[in-house]
């Protein structure tokens, strides 16, 4: 019997801080102390808490310590293991000015948040299906399977109005009802966990931290469709969420949760997992299917959708992580529950990325409905450095430009849509006033010139005359003309864009032309001052 | 003279899988270090995939490469949140450290230097992945000590 409980986050974040090392000499010290038949060491997912290191928790006291070393790990089993006094300098302080919490839920950056994607991420070890289904798990596809029909399943998923959390928000019961009434078998569930769009990293963070809500989620959605196959397609680079899922996925299938004739139902799933190699634009729908055919991940003709023409042909449902990781509690407790979240037409919660010029970067989940300043000041603790705020893109480096005007909007997808922004990815880059916008946006622009896949040539060509347009801006040797080109070709690129790249692409130039012309202005008559 | 008969293996054990070029062409350059003109068309005529299309899977990839490279790869980020967090001067510094510019490879064979999309770790923002290890917060000095040690553990293993 293990008398207390230590989570050390295992993330991609806290593994290139340091992790593994103080794992190991936890350990390694327990078993010298002999204390290892007392104090059980679990790995777990984030935790939350970002740039502070190493982060360990010790239950049942609940005591958050961060910034945990190698040399402090003796001093963590000989105080407060042993002696059970607390080591204050390592213990997490949310706010640097207020004294500790004594547990991480009671902090301020914690209380705006509500945990249903990421309910278990940080608490559980995501390597056990055991404790996944000590905390619900597989409890909503049981239900399913013994008592609803798929189209109960559908039903439910239209009633709670979950819309897609992979960018463009689209209602997932009504994309599944689509691939439903397909007759073409067989049909199959992708789970898009390719995560190109800089800033976010939450659906790593997810298939990190509870690897099996996903595993369920696909299940559910094979059930609702009649698939009997899903793919999961994960960026290459993401080595610790492939290893976790590819892991999960081993046990779900020995448990009898994936395979034939899942609990007697009749019902047959399993999963495959898929790498990428590198491209952002594979994050794309039609884009990923093409790359899961073993060809270049360019984007397909629009209509027919994937859920009537797909991969290999077949009727194809693609959602994205987070979606899919909704899906489970929705089933489990109702849709009427999901809708007491958030918003009237944006029901639910919202996992976020906070990441840039922000004190506390890292991932939260909040109501859709919170404004920008909860999130910025509340959570993220202001701007470091007391410089002031500039903007905020949100929705990765293809998301719309926000302004201290709408520092009180509440995020809702109708509210952003209407300023001709969006929740995208969920990824909220936070930008000082000490930074130039036109050297930002010149980094937006490489950033699609470079990821562009070269289809169509608007955004092939246009992309790369973007960036010679905005070198010869920052250079100082632009002209207003330039300014008035650059905006009529970004707008052309938007109207006229095979894909959603070439569309977006010219969003965050736009919203910065509009917001902050004026910085071009002066960065072209900066030039001209010099010469003259 | 390299063992192509392993490609022929490679491509053998995926036999079980649905469309696996992208598989296969990772363990070939796994095995090979990089996708040759040789190695490639031996992988077309073990798939039977013409060798205009692997060309052009291998091609479009970043993770893939048709050139040798040097012995670590370097991936700097330089997408946005690294951006703000001061990417720039880290990249800057770790080119005057290597003398090499982008894409390029250090004349000792030893760093290739490359930028990568986002790694999904901007909360460490700026961050770098020297082949499959990733390092997080680094300021200039902290990039360079990082590749130095690099660097010794090389000269030590030679
Ligand atoms: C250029 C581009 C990149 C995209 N990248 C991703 C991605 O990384 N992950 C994702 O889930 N969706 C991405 N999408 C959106 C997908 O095409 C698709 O809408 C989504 O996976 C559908 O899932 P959902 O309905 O659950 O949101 C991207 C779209 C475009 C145009
Ligand atoms: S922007 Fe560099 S890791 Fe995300």
Redesign the interface.
Known sequence: MHRIHILIAMD??T???GARAVRDTLIKELEMASLQNEVKVIETGSVGI??KGVVLVVFPDGVYYTGVKVEDVAEIISEHLIKGRVVERLRYTDVPSEPAPKAVGEAPRFGKQVRVVLKNAGRIDPDSIEEYIANDGYEALGKALTQMKPEDVIAEMKKSGLQGRGGAFFPTGLKWSFAAAEKAQPKYIVCNAD???????KD?LILEGDPHAVIEGMALAGYAVGASMGYVYI?????MSISRIRRAIEQARQHGLLGNNIFGSGFSFDIEV???????ICGEETALIE???????EPRDKPPFPPSVGL?GKPTIVNNVETLANVPQIILKGADWFRTLGTEKSPGTKVF?????INN???IEVPMGITLREIIYDIGHGIPGGKGFKLA?MGG?TGGILTAEHLDLPMTVENLREIGAGLGSG?L?V??DS?DVVE?VK??V??FN??S?GKCTLCREGNGRLLQLLERISSGHGSIEDIDLMESLATTMMRGAFCGLGQAAPIPILGCLKYFRQDFVAACSAGAKAAA | MQNLDRVDEIVKSYQDV??????I??DVQKEFGYLSEEVLTRVALATK?PLS?IY??AT?????TIKPKGRHIVRCC????C???GSKEVLDKIKEYLGIEMNETTPDGMFTLE???????????P?M?VD?E????LTPEKAVAILKDYKMKGLSNA
């Open positions: 991609s974040h593994l290139a801080q970002y740039n995560e190109g769009e800089p800033g976010t990293f790593r960026r290459g680079e993401y080595k898929r790498e990428g190699a590198g491209a952002y790359s899961i055919e073993g060809k270049r991940g290999w990325t906070m990441v840039g010029n970067p890292g991932l893109q480096t990824a880059l930008v000082d930074q930002l980094n937006f490489e950033f470079h990821e896949c | 649905k469309t696996p070029l992208i598989y062409l990772k995939i299309e052009g899977v479009f990839y970043s993770l893939f330089n997408n946005a949140p951006f703000v967090n930028f990568t999309s986002c790694l999904g770790l901007c909360a460490v923002a961050v992945m499959d990733v390092y997080g917060n």
